[in-house]
């Protein structure tokens, strides 16, 4: 619908490292305005140079609690400003921190719950007013494979993104008529900082894996293709769900591929 060329506002969050740093690289690469939402200041200066040097039309960033109600109304209304209008918004932020139900603690699973779900309804109610107002946009949330087939140690991460893929055909259908797509995109094992997350690793540990095998995940820049993808469908299209899977299981790669 929208087209790339057209230098389209993309709020990206999440948009630090991984899959979000990623996707608004690839975006820049096609000369679009971005916004950038994350926690990290530095990280996010980072990824704004990148994104210049790409090709971005614009880039600008906002250190954004997604948890944070203000925080995100805040970041929102500021790009609004700078820019004057919102075509897409990818919510990419998430994390996961595994355990088992017996045990896992209240904090884990509002922290989990809060950035994976709340963030995503936070982020879709505060864009859709300009979207309305524009009589266009299109709001991809990613999901998981996790958001459809439960994992053992990853209760809470499954019940929210679970319910990313509810909330987003909620809205999807809510918006349709209005020349607003939202789309879901479950990715599969994609090499990130994702599982170092997950699954608390240390710093230390961390260093002593780097060049390790990452098995047969998907790079980040594979799953931004498919984002990209999803955005670039013909007008009366929307392509309501996406599950991307790694191909070939016997594929060993190593980071730096
Ligand atoms: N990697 C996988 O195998 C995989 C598979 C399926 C789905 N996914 C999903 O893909 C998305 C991206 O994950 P990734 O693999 O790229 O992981 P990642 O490298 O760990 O990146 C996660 C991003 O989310 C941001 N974030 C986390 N908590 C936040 C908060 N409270 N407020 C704002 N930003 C926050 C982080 O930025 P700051 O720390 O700077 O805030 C970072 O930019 C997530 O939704 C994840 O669930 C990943």
Not at 112 to 141: E, H, S
Not at 226 to 231: N, R, Y
Request: net charge neutral; charged share 20%.
């Amino acid at each position: 619908m929208l087209a790339l060329s057209e230098q389209p506002v993309a709020i990206i969050t999440g948009a630090s490292r991984g899959i979000g740093r990623a996707t608004a690289l690839a975006l820049a690469r096609r000369g679009a305005r971005l916004s950038l939402f994350a926690r990290s200041e530095s990280l996010l200066a980072e990824a704004v140079n990148q994104a210049k040097q790409l090709g971005a039309s614009d880039a600008v960033a906002f250190v954004c609690d997604l948890r944070d109600e203000s925080q995100v109304e805040s970041a929102v209304a500021s790009t609004l400003r700078h820019f004057g209008r919102i075509d897409i918004l990818v919510n990419n932020a998430g994390l996961s921190l595994n355990g088992e139900v017996d045990g896992y603690s209240l904090a884990d699973w509002s922290t989990v719950i809060d950035t994976n779900l709340r963030g995503v309804f936070l982020t879709c109610r505060a864009v859709l007013p300009a979207m309305k107002k524009q009589g266009n946009g299109q709001i991809i949330n990613i999901s998981s494979g996790a958001g459809r087939n439960g994992i053992r140690g990853m209760a809470a991460y499954c019940a929210a993104k679970f319910g990313v893929i509810g909330f987003t055909e909620a809205l999807g259908l809510e918006v349709r008529n209005l020349n607003i797509r939202v789309s879901v995109v479950l990715p599969g094992s994609t090499a990130t900082d994702f599982s170092n997350t997950a699954r608390r690793r240390t710093a230390q540990v961390q260093e002593a894996e780097a060049g390790r095998s990452i098995g047969y995940a998907m790079t980040p820049e594979e799953v931004a293709g498919a984002i990209l993808a999803v955005l670039e469908q013909p007008a009366q299209a929307w392509m309501s769900e996406v599950v991307l899977r790694p191909l070939n299981t016997e594929l060993l790669r190593t980071i730096d591929d």
